[in-house]
């Protein structure tokens, strides 16, 4: 090889060619893999799981509300604006969850028993109602 030319294989230091592009390649793949951990969302998470969510974020789909409280975070206010929600699709048919009565049971729950809760108020005043059911997967 004369000085100051390359071998069509060699590329940058004498590396072979192609070398940079699986590099790249591989780099993307590593960055797609952290994107997709990072950008988890409430409908990934494993059955029985929790997330804490601001009142005015709808409870999504296959998730029941299992506890409200205050927050700064979601804005000050003398009502309950936070709410913990707890994935129940994909737990198994017999499962049996205490959730708020704040929302329609998803499919395939049905109450079991009812009974009050603190921890299900949704407003400021106190209630004697019931606010919180078992619920049981019946399909």
């Known amino acids: 090889m004369r000085h ?3 071998s069509r294989e060699e590329g940058v230091n004498g ?3 192609g070398t940079g592009r699986v590099r790249r390649a591989a780099l993307a793949l590593v960055g797609a893999a952290v994107s997709a951990a990072v ?3 409430p409908a990934q998470a494993e059955p029985g799981g929790t997330k804490t969510l601001c009142r005015s974020e709808v409870t999504p789909p296959g998730w029941v509300e299992v506890h409200w409280g205050k927050s700064e975070a979601c804005g ?3 009502i309950p604006n936070i709410k913990t ?4 699709a994909g737990l198994p048919v017999g499962s ?3 959730a708020c009565a704040t929302m329609v049971p998803p499919q395939g729950w049905q109450p079991v028993s009812t009974s009050y809760s603190v921890d299900c108020r949704t ?3 106190t209630g004697t109602y019931n606010n919180r059911w078992v619920l049981e997967r019946v399909s």
């Not at 929600?85 to 129940?88: A, D, M, N, S, T």
């Open 85 to 88: 929600v707890k994935q129940v």
């Open 15 to 17: 590396a072979a060619r």
């Open 76 to 78: 000050a206010t003398d």
């Open 123 to 125: 407003s400021p005043g």
């Open 96 to 98: 049996r969850v205490e």
């Open 39 to 41: 950008t988890v969302t």
């Open 4 to 6: 100051g030319t390359r």
